[in-house]
C-alpha cells in the first residue's frame, strides 16, 4: 500500500514540475521576408553532456549522442513541411561538407556567412544551441526535456531574420515527439508574426557572430 502511495505521489510531483514550458518566437519588424526563398539548417553547437545512465525501473538520465544534428534534423523537417522555404535536405548538406573534407560543427564560423551561403546557395542559414536534451525515468515514468534555440540568419548582411526558443519538458513521450510538436506550434506563430510584420530593405551588417573572417 505505501508503494503504491509513493507511486502516486511521486508521479503527482512530476506532473506539477512540467509546469514551466515555453516556445517563444520573435520576428525581425523590419525585415523583407519575401525575399528569403532558400535556408540550410546547420548542426546546432551543444554543450557536454555526461555519459548515459539508464535504469529505467527505478531512475536515471539518457542524452543523445548528437544533440545538435538530431535537433537541425528535426527543425529542418518542420520548416520543410511548412512549405514558406526551400530547405536543403540534411543528407544534401552531409555529403557536400564530406566530399570537402570539412566539419559541419561551427561551419558558419570557419567559412562565414557568405561563403556558406555559396556553397549551399542559399538565402538563410539556420544555426542554434542545444542546452538539453534527454530522457529521465522516475518510479518508471519516462520524461523528456529539449531546451534549445534556433536563428535564422540573412547571409547577405549578418541580421537575425526570425529565433524560435524552446524550453519543453513533458511525460511519456520522447526528446524527438517534444521537439516535433514543440516546432510546429513554432512554425505557426512564426507564420502569423511574419504576416503581421512590416518589410522594409536591411542594411548590410559587419560579420560579428557569424564572422567571415574566422579562418
Not at 18 to 39: D, L, M, Y
Not at 148 to 163: H, L, N, S, Y
Request: hydrophobic share 40%.
Amino acid at each position: 500500500m505505501r508503494k503504491r502511495q509513493r507511486v502516486i505521489i511521486g508521479s503527482l510531483a512530476l506532473c506539477l514540475a512540467a509546469g514551466c514550458n515555453s516556445i517563444r518566437v520573435t520576428v525581425a519588424p523590419t525585415f523583407p521576408q519575401e525575399q528569403v526563398k532558400r535556408v540550410a539548417v546547420l548542426a546546432f553547437d551543444h554543450k557536454k553532456y555526461r555519459k548515459t545512465i539508464v535504469d529505467k525501473v527505478s531512475h536515471g538520465v539518457s542524452t543523445a549522442k548528437h544533440p545538435g544534428r538530431l535537433t537541425a534534423y528535426l527543425v529542418s523537417i518542420a520548416l520543410s513541411d511548412w512549405g514558406r522555404y526551400d530547405v536543403v535536405r540534411r543528407d544534401e548538406i552531409t555529403i557536400k561538407l564530406r566530399a570537402k573534407n570539412i566539419p559541419e560543427q561551427g561551419l558558419i564560423y570557419r567559412l562565414g556567412r557568405a561563403e556558406v551561403g555559396k556553397l549551399f546557395n542559399v538565402d538563410a542559414v539556420v544555426i542554434g544551441m542545444v542546452d538539453a536534451y534527454e530522457s529521465a525515468f522516475f518510479l518508471m515514468v519516462q520524461s523528456a526535456k529539449v531546451v534549445f534555440t534556433a536563428r535564422c540568419m540573412d547571409v547577405a548582411t549578418g541580421q537575425e531574420i526570425w529565433k524560435i526558443q524552446v524550453n519543453m519538458k513533458e511525460y511519456y513521450t520522447s526528446e524527438e515527439r517534444l521537439i516535433t510538436s514543440a516546432m510546429r506550434q513554432a512554425v505557426e506563430e512564426l507564420q502569423r508574426k511574419i504576416k503581421e510584420a512590416p518589410a522594409k530593405t536591411p542594411e548590410p551588417q559587419a560579420e560579428t557572430p557569424l564572422g567571415q573572417d574566422h579562418h
